[in-house]
């Protein structure tokens, strides 16, 4: 079972040492996973465990905020993506650390020495071919090259249909609403999970019940509503779903997603669903009554309905 650390005071002990990789691991997609299924093999060869360390708040998310500038787009929210790493069998640990600003201020050999070799006692390092690390973004696979106490080897960039499997080439696709382009990049659909809250229950008066789903306040890469399959207690089950504002019924400034399931009358308060994003439908629009979002929900369970993946 994969062992999850938070915080770099809560440090574990590998006196056998570690093989580890560094990164964000947003969506955990098929580069990530080549990443990871090499780290395995040679970690076997060398006789240790696989430690992979991420960052909370990533990066670019920190470094938003201190700028006040917009977040980034996230694929994948913490506990989301400490699923996807379990799910490929290849991690052992996944050391979470906090990116603060005592972090960003670490230069690139305290990096080196204060995490990679006194904390993890690296002695294998495997890092894509455009991991930059310390402050500044000073050091690169060159630096990590010279140094004895581990070795450093970097993987290529896997391209999937001649475009780069990465981050930002899923956020794009999600953005565009081509979720089959999503799930190639991806190896799997795009999905969510949260546990099930309570919220306006205002679907239900418009003939559509849907499960709240509270998701951590990140700017995700994606609105409008979508054919989704749940997973839950009750097994996996189709439905349409609503990501985004609610601009009809609600000013927040926080997505929201709302998942109405087919065919189902049971209780889902408090429930953890994990949603599968299979099509897109349309786009979020703000509508004149609540007749016409009625009207339009209507339509949009027929057609969700009625859309078979290819």
Known sequence: MMQVWLGSESSPHWPQGTAVTIGNFDGV??????????????????????????FEPQPQEFFAHQQHQPLPYRLSPLRDKLDLLAATGCVDAVWVWRFNQHFAQLSADDFI???????????????????????????????LSQQHQFVTERTPSI?????????????QALLNGDLAYARTLL???????????????????LNCPTANIHLPPLHYAMSG????EAEGIFGRRRGVASFG????VSSTTQQKLEVHLFDYQGNLYGQRLRVHFLHKLRDEVKFPSLAALEQQIEAD???ARMWQAA
């Open 113 to 143: 020495h204060h995490v990679l070799i006194d904390k993890l006692n690296c002695r294998y390092l495997l890092v894509g071919d455009d991991f930059r690390f310390g402050r500044q973004r000073q050091g690169d696979f060159a630096l």
């Open 245 to 248: 504002l609610n601009p009809t």
């Open 159 to 171: 391209l999937i249909h001649d475009v780069r499997a990465s981050s930002t080439a899923i956020r």
């Open 225 to 228: 509503v979508f054919v989704v």
């Open 187 to 205: 190896g799997h659909p795009y999905c969510l999970s949260g546990k099930v809250k309570y919220g306006a229950q205002l679907g239900r008066t």
């Open 29 to 54: 997609h098929c580069g990530h996973r080549h990443i990871l299924m090499r780290l395995n093999h040679e970690a076997k060869q060398r006789g240790l465990p696989v430690v992979v360390m991420v």
């Open 301 to 303: 369970m027929i057609a």
